[in-house]
């Protein structure tokens, strides 16, 4: 309606239409309230109704099923005492088995029974397991028959059983008792130098696959190699390769250059010849195992002895050894640590240092352990003992396992005297040169029946073939063969397509020439 239009249409109407229109709404709500009380009542009474049915229905059932146990009445038999006349009869013998094998069907039953109801019940928890339980096997005499798998369980050992029983408790694991012979395996890997198995063998994940993403650290030179300056030397060469342009690398590439490096190969020498280390190895036995570089290396630490830092980390003086640890007083009172028998502690197992007092003041070293007899319990604590350097050491075996024994043989008596021929002829030694034989002299020994009288034993003996001595060549024995002997040149004049600039002088072939001519070669 345009504003023009509004004048004509009277107040009075406009306000009666919104007036009729509110009448309207309310009784609208109010017809929707009562149907909604009418079906509120309607569904109440529907639900009392179906209450009522079902208690009455339960009402009849338990009525059903107490008339059912009334008329099903459950009869058991007791076996009563047996007279004491029948007891010492000798047919109540034949007849106790049978009546121990029906005793023992009863029970049977009722275990079946039972088992099949738990099944029953196991069926709408996991429907997975629908095979029933079977009876335990039972033989003629009512004992179970054990499968091989139960009585292998039954014969192992435990492993608190099988440290008891074996020297050394420490290298026994829990998949030990598992073995055919524990106490052998036990055994093995206790001997000396013995090699174990790797320690992954039973790990489900693969070797080393927890190292995976972890950086590998880049490799470094020795300490011997590093200190003749060659990583200086490479970086800087390295630094100018890499400032070098792609047409300079090429060019180098197709017409390469060697001993670009100015290297010193003396000191290189001395390096690897005169100041090379050897690296670290493991002992014999000793195998890599994933984390093993993470592990702290003990082998420098022994125990019983204190240092400086632990010193400083304990609070205690560094300059007084009479000043005590702080455990040495709940060791008085648990005793020494097992692991270490030999190790002496003072004021445990040993005497307390020079200077020192016992007492629970500060510095004191506590109360001594002794019993109510005031003997020590753990050691020589006072220092009355024995030296124990007297006392006999303890000899452990320290043969090797599976070590070759030697063969021991008898000769025969044809070898023994062969070994004696043998022996008798190594004796008879020559006489020292220059000593002569015969006349007034007689030699010691079994040379006066070996070597003829008037025989002299030769300074010089010659082995090679072809070769004589000074003597039997005419000379002295002063006179030494030349091993060569130097030719004089001459010039000459060339002759020929292959002449020859100089020519040698011969000295037997130039006597033998006439004179004047000279032998060329």
Known sequence: VQSGCRSLIPADF???????????KRLRRKANKKANQEILKKTSEQLKAEEEVIIAKEQSNKEKQDANAEDELELEYVAGEVPDEIQQSAELEHWQAVFEHFNKGKQNEQDSQAQETAGEENDGDDKKDTKPKSAVAVNEDGEEILSNKKRKLLNRLSVAELKQLVEKPDVVETWDVTAADPKLLVHLKSYRNTVPVPRHWCNKR??????????????QLPDFIANTGIGKIRQAYQEKEDAKTLKQKQRERMAPKQGRMDIDYNILHDAFFRFQTKPKMVSHGVLYYEGKEMELHLKDKRPGFISDDLRAALGMPSDESSFPPPWVRKMQLHGPPPAYPGLKIPGVNAPIPPGAQWGLHFGGWGKPPVDEYNRPLYGDVFGAMEDPAAAPKIEYDRTMWGELVEEEYEESEEEEEEDAEEEGAEGEMPPPPGAEIGGEVTPSGSLSSALPSGMVTPGHLELRKGLTTPSEAGGTDSEVPELYKELRTEEASSTGMMGSSFKYVIAGDKQEQPSGQQVEH
């Open 206 to 219: 693969k070797y080393l696959q927890g190292k995976r993403g972890v950086e590998k650290p880049a490799f």
């Open 14 to 24: 406009v306000m009666a239409s919104i007036a009729d229109k509110k009448k309207e």
